[in-house]
């Protein structure tokens, strides 16, 4: 069985300060990961995955997630928050086969003041 | 950029009526997928489909629940009698045949559906 726990609910930065969002998961099969950001509205974007290669893992707009087997956990970060980060982020697992269900967390929401 | 697209983006029905959700996968795309997201709730996997059957689903996806591959291009998510806890944003996704065991799923922006 797959599952997904993002720490936190709810995240709040100021603009140009770094981002972190955690994640934990847990998996019977060696897992694919993923970090999907929603905008308000917006449908769901891919942002980065882990297919078993590097686990330092770049995305798009500046982000990056660290597989770490050892404390499984895939926690996304970002050096530098915009304004335009503000979203829900979720943390999926997978298998990694086509035609597999994506198991998706509880979503973060990120807050960025300026 | 290809996308993937659905329509109706919102749609309000009445309880115990039928409800047709619609997408159009991305075109070399071979496995389409439909999700849901009640309020406030995290994202659940509904079923999978792949050569004209489906894949695999979840406890969710019950006999209320059809999907159907009608023409080259489209994808779709029957209900047959809607209920009030139907109500969601449904999103659909596909992905291309596994290769490499490279696996991504693209989603389309949603069709929220409210059932009265």
């Known amino acids: 069985a797959q599952s997904v726990t993002q720490l936190d609910s709810h995240v709040s930065v100021s603009e140009g300060t770094p981002v972190l969002l955690r994640c934990n998961y847990s998996?019977?099969?060696?897992?694919?990961l993923f970090w999907y950001v929603q905008h308000p509205n917006k449908g769901l974007q891919l942002l980065l995955k882990?297919?078993?290669?590097?686990?330092l893992v770049k995305g798009i707009n500046g982000f990056e997630a660290e597989f770490k087997k050892s404390e499984t956990s895939f926690h996304l970060t970002k050096p530098s928050a915009h304004m335009s980060d503000a979203a829900e982020y979720f943390c999926v697992v997978s298998v990694g086969q086509a035609g597999t269900a994506l198991i998706f967390g509880k979503g973060t929401t990120l807050s960025v003041s300026s | 950029e290809p996308e993937v697209t659905q329509t109706p983006s919102h749609q309000v029905t009445q309880m115990g009526q039928e409800v047709i959700l619609r997408c159009v996968p991305i075109?070399?795309?071979?496995?389409f997928y439909w999700y849901r997201q009640i309020l406030g709730q995290k994202v659940e996997f509904l079923v999978s489909f792949y050569n004209n059957e489906i894949s695999e689903k979840s406890e969710i996806f019950d006999d209320q629940f059809s999907v159907e591959r009608p023409d080259g291009s489209n994808f779709t998510l029957k209900i047959r009698s809607t209920k009030l806890e139907d109500s969601a944003m449904y999103f659909c996704?596909?992905?291309?045949?596994?290769?490499?065991?490279?696996?991504?799923?693209?989603f389309g922006p949603g069709t929220r559906l409210t059932v009265t």
């Open positions: 075109s070399n795309h071979l496995y």
């Open positions: 882990y297919t078993s290669a590097a686990t």
């Open positions: 998996s019977s099969y060696s897992p694919s």
């Open positions: 996704a596909s992905s291309e045949a596994d290769s490499g065991g490279l696996y991504e799923q693209y």
